[in-house]
């Protein structure tokens, strides 16, 4: 069904219309028909950085690359890989930095730890300031 | 003409500032307090002429002077004068300058206005502004000179598309109003420190300016929010973007500092730590600044090639903070903790806060400075972004929100658990209905929007409860500021949480005359329009929006091209709803005649400012009431609160 689609597409294409209707989609900036995917890919292009811009994820880019990067991204998912998958060949090809969701190793263990020694070092410092079980 | 007129007014408000700084240490040593008084006016007289200083730069970009080099760098002839105007704060020299014209101006505001404080302390406390003050006007006037001249420049080379917006010439003042308004804090607490007087009645004079500052920060952080919103065409609220985080550092600390210092001003407890969040939260704004303005973020490496703007800040930063904890330490041990208090009371509560609070910090600066540490130690590149930042910060601001709901029930010093549950039972109601209405009717929802919301109902219900059954006549102002903040920050999350699980998105390539769907709207894709702005040319979509069977009505989002730099820019079509916005944009050319449109339907998105604005307006209502108390009732101020009375439980 989808295939008879997408040459149904190419032969629209081919005569030049006016009227367009079901043309052939640009995942770069259309969305999946299936809502499910296109959640799942939503999210993980809120979770890759555009690699052109300054700190912008490429869900939020009009950079030729961002738009490049979503193509990918639908398509894979489109075509059944996990979001995961898809992640992980991104950060394959252009290493940690793609993602901004850090992967966790000893490189990046800081990032947890610090906060967490803060919250145990807190409430050992605030249970010395407590009196407990003196009732004035 | 002008820009040298500029240039010296700043060369003599830098040597005002040295003054003032002089003055404060002579005049704060024995037998030398006839100096004293001379240190007002010159605290005033550095604020007129840093004023002078900034009004001569706006005036060169009003002029659109091009022999003036940041005019030629980021000015254009063919701009509306607003955005003439507005860009002389839009680059790094004319933003440092607005800067320390708000420094100066606090100064100023301060020689004025503070009564209450100590004599030897407010002395003290406008020494230590000027020497701020001293250092980045060094920083200004040695590496970062906004009235540098150029000759041969005919046409300057224009400010980004995207700041030429409204918003500019309201944000960053805003903002800035805030960081620098928290150097208030910063002083007073060095003052305190210098004269040994880190007492409730010190904690009183400073809560205003705190105050004060805190809600220039919640209003330049909503507005910025709003504005990057609008304008970036995507839908998008916050990015966890460094820049972002810049500003939300100060606000986390200065959002601590607010409720440490009122327990120090109530109850006379917690003397060295709100001591150490008043240093710390105009540590962050310094932070903020050294992170936005020395090229750091850009690139680690571009940040080491041309070091000496980013090496001078870090120098202010190095002197500034280092110097504040040095005298900390040293002046620490005649500060005792002050008063205990039982595990189940509004202390414990407050501190806890403090505790979430700067723990929500850390986890900000980790994901905002480790990347760059971690770069500039082993060259490793790593992102950190929302997922982090959401996972981590998230589940620490619910426990926040928990607190916050208990908080303002509790009374000071000790309260019995039975006591405080009974006065939440109507709040822990409404929590638990919000709970089963989004499990029954609310679709599939991820855990942290459906906790959001269900923190949200339970804080919303519980920061009312302190006005149930009093007479809200005699209610002091202060009192409705908390109720109004605590409210305002379970609607602001209600808001983000509505708006993660809620969302519906559609982006399409539609012909003319196609209809598509999104959430509850049929889309038509009506016609196009192109015409000239002012300095740039526009696209706009004609869209026919209907709801069931209503009436169609129509939204045009556009698309300007940019020449003066070459940009091209969404302004997006936005429709409020009562429950929620329809967000649409159009952009270029698809295949076949047909043109790229996404379409957003953001259920209750606009809770997120509105909640801002109601944090904002609490703050100003607490700032009116505290100002009156002192100006009026100033025995009913002073007498510490030892017997805390019921009513007193839900000041």
């Known amino acids: 069904m989808r295939r008879l689609f997408a040459l149904l597409a190419a032969l629209l294409l081919a005569i030049p219309l006016h009227t367009g209707q079901a043309l052939a989609q640009d995942y ?69 930095w793609v993602s901004f969701q850090p992967q966790v190793s000893p490189a990046t263990s800081p990032l947890w730890l610090v906060p967490l020694a803060t919250l145990i070092g807190g409430f050992w410092l605030l249970s010395r300031r407590i009196r407990i079980g003196r009732k004035r | 003409m002008i820009a040298e007129a500029g240039l010296a007014a700043l060369w003599l408000a830098a040597a005002m500032a040295l003054l003032q700084l002089a003055l404060g240490a002579l005049a704060l040593r024995p037998g030398q307090g006839g100096l004293a008084p001379a240190i007002v006016p010159v605290a005033m007289l550095q604020a007129l002429l840093v004023s002078i200083a900034f009004a001569c730069l706006i005036a060169t970009f009003a002029r659109s002077d091009m022999s003036v080099l940041l005019v030629a760098e980021n000015s254009h002839s063919a701009k509306p004068m607003i955005y003439k105007i507005a860009g002389t704060w839009g680059n790094h020299e004319g933003s440092m300058l607005l800067w320390v014209t708000i420094l100066g101006l606090a100064g100023a505001t301060i020689a004025m206005f503070e009564r209450k404080l100590r004599a030897d302390t407010k002395l003290a406390t406008l020494a230590a502004q000027g020497a701020i003050a001293l250092g980045f006007y060094a920083f200004l006037l040695f590496s970062s000179n906004p009235f540098t001249r150029i000759a041969g420049v005919i046409e300057g080379q224009g400010l980004n598309p995207l700041l030429q917006d409204p918003g500019l010439a309201f944000h960053p003042p805003t903002l800035y109003a805030g960081y620098v308004g928290m150097s208030a804090a910063f002083s007073f607490a060095v ?114 090639v041309d070091p000496s703007r980013g090496i001078f800040i870090l120098a202010l930063l190095a002197i500034y903070i280092g110097g504040a904890l040095a005298l900390f330490a040293l002046r620490i041990g005649t500060v005792t903790e002050g008063n205990r208090f039982d595990i189940v009371s509004r202390e414990a509560a407050l501190v806890v806060n403090n505790l979430l609070l700067t723990v929500i910090l850390v986890v900000v600066m980790a994901g905002t400075l480790y990347p760059l540490a971690l770069e500039g130690a082993s060259g490793a590149k790593i992102s950190v972004g929302a997922p982090y930042f959401n996972a981590t910060a998230g589940p620490l601001a619910l426990l926040l929100m928990m607190i916050m709901a208990a908080g303002p029930l509790l009374r000071w010093r000790a309260d019995k658990p039975k006591l405080v549950l009974s006065r939440m039972a109507l709040a822990l109601l409404a929590g638990a209905a919000a709970l089963l ?19 949200a109902a339970t804080v919303a219900v519980a920061s009312l409860a302190p006005l149930w059954k009093r007479k809200l006549t005699r209610t002091p102002l202060f009192t409705f500021g908390m109720v109004m903040a605590h409210v305002g920050c379970a609607v602001s999350i209600a808001g983000m949480a509505s708006e993660s699980a809620f969302t519906q998105e559609n982006m399409v390539a539609m012909a003319q005359g196609e209809t598509k769907s999104v959430g509850p709207f049929a889309v038509t894709f009506a016609g196009l329009r192109e015409f000239p702005g002012p300095n740039y040319a526009a696209l706009e979509g004609v869209l026919l929006v209907k709801q069931g069977a209503g009436k169609p009505i129509i939204m045009a989002p556009q698309l300007h091209q940019f020449s003066d730099p070459p940009m091209l820019t969404n302004q997006a079509a936005i429709k409020t709803f009562w429950n929620g916005q329809l967000y649409l944009t159009i952009g270029e050319k698809a295949v076949g005649n047909r043109w790229l449109v996404r379409m957003w339907w953001k259920p209750f998105v606009t809770l997120i400012w509105l909640g801002g604005a109601m944090i904002a307006l609490g703050g100003l209502l607490s700032l009116l009431g505290r100002v009156k108390r002192d100006l009026t009732g100033k025995r009913a101020a002073d007498a510490p609160a030892r017997e805390a009375p019921a009513k007193e439980a839900a000041t």
């Not at chain 2, 209405?437 to 923190?455: D, K, S, T």
Request: net charge neutral.
């Open chain 2, 191 to 304: 003052g305190a420190l210098v004269t040994r007087n880190v007492t409730p009645q010190f904690a009183r004079a400073m809560r205003p300016w705190i105050l004060g500052a805190w809600i220039f920060l919640t209003v330049g952080i909503t507005a910025g929010s709003y504005w990057s919103y609008y304008t970036l065409g995507w839908g998008g609220w916050w990015f966890w973007d460094p820049v972002e985080n810049a500003s939300l550092m100060p606000w986390l600390a200065a959002t601590a500092l607010i409720h440490s210092v009122t327990v120090l001003a109530t109850r006379d407890g917690l003397r060295a730590w709100t001591i150490m969040l008043a240093v710390l939260a105009f540590s962050m704004s310094m932070v903020g600044t050294f992170l936005v303005r020395s090229g750091v973020l850009t690139s680690v490496h571009s940040f080491a």
């Open chain 1, 28 to 96: 770069a900036e259309e969305s999946l028909p299936n809502p499910r995917q296109e959640e799942q890919a939503l999210a993980l292009m809120d979770a890759i950085r555009c690699v052109v811009c300054q700190g912008q994820p490429i869900s939020g880019s009009n950079a030729d690359l961002a738009g490049d990067m979503r193509r990918i991204i639908r398509e894979k998912i489109a075509a059944g890989e996990s979001p995961a998958q898809v992640r992980a060949w991104l950060v394959s090809k252009y290493g940690d």
């Open chain 2, 437 to 455: 209405a989004l499990v029954l009717a609310g679709g599939q929802i991820g855990a942290m929007p459906l906790l959001g919301l269900v923190a």
